[in-house]
């Protein structure tokens, strides 16, 4: 079996849905309390032994780029005051050279479009892929419980969660097969079915490892949703002559890329953090009573 090295990060989307915000500041970096939230998935990346991430970007992306890079005047500055926690913090995040690559992704052309991208960086190897809007909390990374369901059954892996069955319209959703390892193996995948035709209530959440024969297919796929070159479509293909797994994540994954995900993923991460989260468990408190038994929140000047 072929060891997993390299991992996929596409960065490369308008995050519309959080303008005027994201109008110069990529999605990708607002933070969640105080990392930004491509920095949960390249964290949970190296957590579960990947050694080298490929970031599809696009235009405005160069932030990104920045903030894994080396800044010299910072560090001689945090050095020259005395900071010495701030310059773990950033010390920490930087990557050994020669095992981040940036490649650009021209045109909003879809998520497959966005992976096939990246294809002759990863060359003829299997890949995790993380999406960076999806960041994880649990006792392991999300994509670590992928990797250990990858080691048992080799071929194709998504990680999932269970939604209410009502919701299964919002999710792309798998069947349930036999079980392997930890997970089980996967008899469909299906695209926002409806509760009546949904073949279970495990949805993918997005964490993968995936085969190479994958560029193949999404050099041939044709657009779909949204006139745009799908994933799903070409994992349904793939899944024709390779096999697919699920491995249940227990933990927790937060949407940051819509707003109601992104203030919930704040409040949660701050309620986590034991340096912070009894100087905001307090007003987060008082806030939500007021909401609760007026509607509206009064705040204090």
Not at 30 to 57: K, M, N, S
Not at 112 to 131: K, M, T
């Amino acid at each position: 079996m072929t060891k997993v090295r390299k991992a996929v990060i596409p960065v490369a989307g308008l995050g519309t849905r959080f303008l005027p915000a994201t109008k110069a500041m990529p999605k990708e970096m607002l933070t969640v309390v105080d990392r930004p939230v491509v920095q949960y998935a390249v964290d949970e990346a190296h957590a579960a032994g990947i050694e080298h991430i490929v970031f599809v970007t696009g235009r405005n992306k160069h932030v990104i780029e920045d903030h894994f890079d080396i800044q010299p005047e910072l560090i001689e500055t945090l050095e020259r005051a005395g900071k010495t926690a701030q310059l773990e913090a950033v010390r920490g995040i930087q990557p050994k050279a020669g095992t981040v690559s940036f490649t650009r992704q021209q045109a909003p052309h879809g998520l497959g479009h966005a992976v096939w991208c990246a294809r002759d960086i990863i060359g003829n190897e299997p890949f995790a892929l993380l999406l960076p809007d999806m960041v994880s909390y649990g006792e392991r990374g999300c994509l670590s419980v992928a990797m250990d369901l990858y080691e048992q059954s080799g071929g194709n892996v998504v990680t999932v969660e269970q939604c209410d069955p009502t919701q299964t319209k919002s999710y792309g959703i798998v069947g349930k097969g036999e079980p392997v390892g930890e997970g089980f193996a996967i008899t469909e995948m299906v695209e926002k079915p409806e509760p009546k035709d949904a073949p279970s209530n495990h949805y993918i959440n997005g964490r993968y490892i995936l085969q190479p024969e994958i560029f193949g297919i999404l050099e041939t796929q044709a657009r779909g949703a949204g006139d745009e070159i799908q994933l799903t479509d070409a994992m349904l293909r793939l899944s024709e002559y390779q096999s697919f797994y699920a491995a249940p994540f227990a933990g927790r994954m937060f949407d940051t890329g819509s707003k109601e995900g992104f203030i919930e993923a704040n409040v949660a991460f701050a309620l986590m953090r034991p340096d912070i989260r009894d100087r905001v468990l307090g007003p987060i408190s008082d806030l939500v009573a007021q909401a609760r038994s007026s509607g509206a929140v009064k705040l204090s000047a």
